[in-house]
């Protein structure tokens, strides 16, 4: 007789092969590591986390609460709410200076289910996907997961982490489906620039391929103002956009995101929806006239404490011997150059934590052009950040 346990028994699960292709966020790992670390006592400066470390905004609060109360709490429309799909496109409209058709909103659960669906419908096996690495984890885990191949193109410190054009150009082949654009971007803070999305577009007519442009942290912009490669010419029906609540309004455990696509996209993507969550938190869509229309003032003061604290950070990462870092144009993270200490990034990950205190993520996290880089989020006080440069200097003196 076979001994059953309280974690299992002796039956192996049949797990679908694709499993063995997706992969994960190594943030989320890393904290888990860091809150072992606290609960034995150890004082850990947490940058390895990728949210705000501000509240949302007490009016979007309220906005919830109200809904709740007002018996928000049932099924809607799988796509969104249409008043809510009507705020978006509004909002969205203004900010890159065009007009969007409330049906070519999708509002999800959060901004990641757009990366799924999109890549789920667009992609059969061995189609290729061109994405930045290092860059989103996810990007790269879902194109493997449906069989895609991933076709990753180096973001490099000397370009300030934006996208080679010429190196686009020939890894774009007949194969390529989609090309995926993440400014400001994560894991570096890089911000594409006009020139660059003008020579992208170009590219991407001339070959007849779409773009997904992955703008969540289309706010958190510290010169100059976002530019979207939709608004090019003849980029607004071959591009999907993404953007939502997690970061402009410190929302990210409010789960609310959408994206901006053709019509008949949309409606693929609804349908998609449909068939896994089936819709969006009614409650949660309900804040959304009040985030995005509301009064900006904390958002605005929430950038400005971003970028005083940019400013510290770089400054203080590059006094330390063996480290360099270029200024981050947007999202609030350094990614600092650490080849000249000598150790790999996810060994040093591993060391800075345990031995320094200090939860910092391995530039491998987010590919492997990542070697020879840790990302640290700047989403922390200025005396934390202090803390943990002091702590990342006496560790860098010890080696």
């Not at 060994?347 to 052009?369: D, K, P, Q, Y």
């Not at 934390?384 to 003196?397: E, N």
Request: proline share 6%.
């Amino acid at each position: 007789m076979t001994k059953q346990t309280s974690t299992g028994s002796a039956f192996e699960i049949p797990f679908a092969e694709r499993l063995s292709r997706l992969g994960t966020e190594t943030a989320f790992v890393v904290l888990a590591k860091a809150k072992a670390l606290e609960a034995q006592g150890r004082d850990i400066v947490h940058l390895e986390i990728g949210e705000p470390d501000f509240d949302t905004p007490r009016h979007i609060i309220e906005a919830g609460a109200r809904a709740l109360r007002e018996g928000y709490t049932h099924y809607t429309a799988a796509a969104g709410m249409p008043d809510m799909r009507e705020a978006v496109a509004k909002y969205a409209g203004e900010l890159r200076g065009m007009t969007f058709d409330p049906e070519q909103v999708v509002i999800t659960p959060g901004a990641k289910p757009i990366m799924y669906y999109l890549i789920t419908l667009l992609v059969d096996k061995g189609d290729e996907i061109i994405y930045p690495n290092p860059g989103f984890p996810i990007y790269e885990s879902v194109i493997n997961f449906v069989g895609g191949k991933a076709v990753p193109i180096q973001l490099r410190m000397e370009n300030d982490f934006r996208i080679d054009i010429g190196e686009l150009r020939e890894k774009i082949s007949d194969k390529t489906k989609l090309i995926i654009l993440n400014s400001p971007q994560n894991p570096t803070g890089g911000v594409l620039t006009r020139a660059d999305l003008e020579a992208i577009a170009e590219a991407a007519i001339k070959h007849n391929v779409m773009v997904f442009s992955d703008e969540i942290y289309s706010k958190i912009v510290y010169d100059g103002r976002h530019e979207s490669i939709a608004s090019l010419p003849g980029m607004s029906d071959r591009t999907v956009i993404l953007d939502g609540m997690s970061k402009t309004f410190a929302m990210t455990g409010w789960r609310l995101g959408y994206g901006i696509m053709p019509v008949k996209l949309a409606q693929a993507v609804t349908r998609l929806q449909t068939n896994i969550v089936s819709c969006t938190a009614a409650f949660t869509q309900r804040i959304i006239p009040a985030a995005l229309f509301g009064p900006q003032n904390e958002p605005e003061q929430m950038v400005a404490e971003f970028r005083r604290r940019r400013e510290i950070i770089v400054e203080g990462l590059n006094a330390i011997p063996g480290i360099s870092c270029v200024r981050p144009a947007g999202a609030f993270y350094a990614f600092p150059n650490v080849g000249e200490l000598g150790i790999p990034s996810s060994e040093l990950e591993s060391r800075v934590l345990n031995e320094a205190g200090v939860a910092v993520l391995s530039g491998t996290s987010f590919g492997r052009f990542g070697e020879g880089f840790l990302r640290l989020s700047y989403a922390n006080s200025v005396e934390k950040i202090r803390l943990a440069l002091d702590r990342l200097k006496d560790f860098v003196a010890g080696l």
